[in-house]
Nanobody, 126 residues
Framework: QVQLVESGGGLVQAGGSLRLSCATS????????MGWFRQAPGKGREFVAA????????RYEDSVKDRFTISRDNAKGTVYLQMNSLKPEDSAVYYC???????????????????WGQGTQVTVSS
């Protein structure tokens, strides 16, 4: 079992930056692919970014490429999402997720993740 706790959300003006953190419990963090998803009111959960166990493979949703950066610190058991040049359409609840080894579903979809945090609200004002 993995417990995930997000932090770093808040209210920011368009063009500003936020850094989300996701701290995990347990000593198996290095075995999990990690992802960030977001969900705006009335919409489904949307893939934002994912990072492989070693950090060597990273994927982004097209609308956040060149603005968001995902990273992980395996020694600290933490994954980060640096968000720059924020836009009002980035407003959503952001969720951290962990994908267990051997999961077959796509790592670019919510169904490919086994553990979820409680979410942190990001609001970008225009």
């Amino acid at each position: 079992q993995v417990q995930l706790v997000e932090s770093g959300g808040g209210l920011v003006q368009a063009g500003g930056s936020l850094r989300l953190s996701c701290a995990t419990s347990g000593r198996t963090f290095v075995a999990y692919t990690m992802g960030w998803f977001r969900q705006a009111p009335g919409k489904g959960r949307e893939f934002v970014a994912a990072i492989s166990t070693s950090g060597g493979t990273i994927r982004y949703e097209d609308s956040v490429k060149d603005r968001f950066t995902i990273s992980r610190d395996n020694a600290k058991g933490t994954v980060y999402l640096q968000m720059n040049s924020l836009k009002p359409e980035d407003s959503a609840v952001y969720y951290c997720a962990a994908r267990a080894p051997g999961t077959w579903s796509s790592w670019l979809a919510a169904s490919g993740y086994d553990y979820w945090g409680q979410g942190t609200q990001v609001t970008v004002s225009s």
